[in-house]
Each structure stands twice: as C-alpha cells, then as structure tokens.
C-alpha cells in the first residue's frame, strides 16, 4: 500500500504552533503518524504531518464503540 504524501503548513509563527499542532489532531485522529516542526526563518516554522490507515479491524471496533 502506498504511503500518503506529507502535507505540509509554512510560514506558522511561534505562537500559533499549539493551536496548528491541535489542529491537526482533532482532523487526523487514530491516522496520525507524525508531526513534524522545523524552524524555517525568523520566528516561524514548518509543520509536516504524516497520517497513516487505521487497519479496517480497528476502525471498525472504534465505530461500535462510538456508537
């Protein structure tokens, strides 16, 4: 299976780095694999965030629970 492509957030300040970062956990979930945060100039960042399939097992398990 392939990998799904890294998307990425440039140009984030110091400041908005948590609410970003949160962000990006509510909209991922159980999928994400890594989150990435490297200073590109000044006083902003690149935030890289990889997300990975849940196995359908599991997805499926998490469903019924929710529900």
Partial sequence: MPR?????????PLWLIPQVVFQ??????????WIRVRRT??????ISV???PVKREFGRRAAA???
């Fill in 41 to 46: 100039n000044h006083h902003f960042y690149l």
């Fill in 24 to 33: 990006w956990i509510q909209k991922a979930g159980e999928e994400l694999d």
């Fill in 50 to 52: 990889r997300t990975r």
């Fill in 4 to 12: 799904r492509p890294t998307e990425t957030e440039s140009g984030v």
């Fill in 65 to 67: 629970e929710a529900a």
